[in-house]
């Protein structure tokens, strides 16, 4: 393995959020490490909705489909399948790999923090908007 893909692979591996690469149909192909709850069941070429809540597949089906067919990205909230527990809320980034103009495998960026608001992505020069206030402040 090369220096270059060496640095490449640490960096992936010891990101501070989970990265895995999944085909369009949801099969893990990639995983840079998995939560201690999935520690004994997550592995390569299972199904991530096998890990999800069952009240989230049908979202996450319908975000991954769009991310195909759009070729853009996504980003949801969604919840892990913890044992007996409902899982925590993540939120969840997800983007085309593609292949001569053609998505062949999605990858996705989860990390703590369902329901918060992400890094958003502003054009060049764009001013951050201030946060809004309620009517009762002064």
Known sequence: MSESARGWRELVEEAPDFILAASPLGQILF???????LA????????????L?????????????????????????LRVRNGKDQG???????GPIKADGKVVALTLK?????GKEGPTLRPK?????EPRTSRSEP
């Open 31 to 37: 995983l840079n490490r998995t939560a201690v709850s």
């Open 40 to 51: 004994q069941q997550a592995g390569l070429g299972e199904s991530i909705y096998d890990f």
């Open 53 to 77: 809540e069952a009240a989230d597949r049908r979202t996450v089906r319908v975000r991954l489909r769009r991310v195909c067919s759009r070729g853009t990205p996504e980003e949801f909230d």
């Open 88 to 94: 925590p809320g993540l939120r969840t980034r997800v």
């Open 110 to 114: 989860t990390f703590e923090g369902a």
């Open 125 to 129: 020069g764009a001013k951050q908007r």
